[in-house]
């Protein structure tokens, strides 16, 4: 790529991503739903949105709690967005959009057709294709057009609590600087008060927390200090 090309990419990226809405979003990966509700409790006094995990131990050698219905609990009230690490994604669209969810994010790397899977999602909601930390971002086979966001891994997928790995935010820094037209791009995994800075100056607008805001004695205070940092680096 030309110098001067370069510069003018980069120049336009810096127009365009100071005018973007940065978003810190509180994750739950739990195998009991008491265990689920209680942290949705603890956080919707200030979350607009919850990021609920799904693991069917195909995807990931780990299982969690796989039942929408008792979602409707809480639904009419807070937007779920679904990341979904299980086989064959578009099955779970339904019975999760049916509980209440409005965004779908299906893993790439146990999807039979993602052109499909972007289809029947569009019907229920927002929808995004999720991509674990090890795999090329050429994996993805459906236009940035055609979604509404990118789920980009920093861990490799399936538990909870793993360590960042820097290394894979570089295809969140190539799609910025290649890619004229993005979706929103999600970041998840090992999101804390620094790697959520590394991975903004990569180019994301929105990061999943789990660990770092359920784990400390003031779930409100974490989140808080997240979006701070937001504006203010």
Same mark, same amino acid.
């Given at each position: 790529?030309?110098?001067?090309?370069?510069?003018?990419? /980069?120049?336009?990226?810096?127009?365009?991503?100071?005018?973007?809405?940065?978003?810190? $979003?509180?994750?739950?990966?739990?195998?009991?739903?008491?265990? $689920?509700?209680?942290?949705?409790?603890?956080?919707?006094?200030?979350?607009?949105?919850?990021?609920?995990?799904?693991? /069917?131990?195909?995807?990931?050698?780990?299982?969690?709690?796989?039942?929408?219905?008792?979602?409707?609990?809480?639904?009419?009230?807070?937007?779920?967005?679904?990341?979904?690490?299980?086989?064959?994604?578009?099955?779970?669209?339904?019975?999760?959009?049916?509980?209440?969810?409005?965004?779908?994010?299906?893993?790439?790397?146990?999807?039979?057709? @993602?052109?499909?899977?972007?289809? @029947?999602?569009?019907?229920?909601?927002?929808?995004?294709?999720? $991509? /674990?930390?090890?795999?090329?971002?050429?994996?993805?086979?459906?236009?940035?057009?055609?979604?509404?966001?990118?789920?980009?891994?920093?861990?490799?997928?399936?538990?909870?609590?793993?360590?960042?790995?820097?290394?894979?935010?570089?295809?969140?820094?190539?799609?910025?600087?290649?890619?004229?037209?993005?979706?929103?791009?999600?970041?998840?995994?090992?999101?804390?008060?620094?790697?959520?800075?590394?991975?903004?100056?990569?180019?994301?607008?929105?990061?999943?927390?789990?660990?770092?805001?359920?784990?400390?004695?003031?779930?409100?205070?974490?989140?808080?200090?997240? @979006?701070?940092?937001?504006?203010?680096?």
């Amino acid at each position: 790529m030309n110098g001067w090309f370069r510069s003018f990419l /980069d120049s336009l990226f810096i127009i365009h991503y100071s005018f973007l809405m940065f978003e810190v $979003i509180p994750g739950i990966l739990e195998k009991e739903w008491s265990e $689920i509700e209680r942290k949705i409790e603890l956080v919707k006094p200030f979350a607009k949105v919850i990021h609920v995990d799904i693991i /069917d131990g195909k995807f990931a050698p780990n299982t969690t709690f796989l039942d929408p219905k008792p979602f409707q609990k809480f639904t009419p009230e807070l937007f779920f967005e679904l990341h979904m690490m299980v086989e064959n994604p578009i099955e779970y669209l339904k019975p999760f959009a049916d509980a209440g969810f409005k965004r779908f994010l299906g893993h790439i790397e146990k999807m039979e057709d @993602q052109e499909e899977f972007v289809a @029947q999602g569009q019907l229920l909601g927002e929808v995004g294709l999720a $991509i /674990d930390g090890p795999t090329n971002i050429d994996s993805v086979k459906v236009p940035f057009e055609d979604l509404d966001c990118l789920l980009l891994m920093t861990i490799k997928a399936g538990q909870s609590g793993q360590t960042f790995v820097p290394e894979y935010l570089k295809k969140t820094e190539t799609l910025r600087q290649t890619q004229g037209h993005l979706p929103t791009l999600e970041i998840d995994g090992g999101i804390n008060s620094e790697t959520i800075i590394q991975a903004k100056n990569a180019g994301a607008t929105r990061f999943v927390a789990t660990n770092y805001i359920f784990k400390g004695h003031d779930p409100k205070a974490q989140f808080d200090f997240l @979006q701070r940092l937001n504006k203010e680096c």
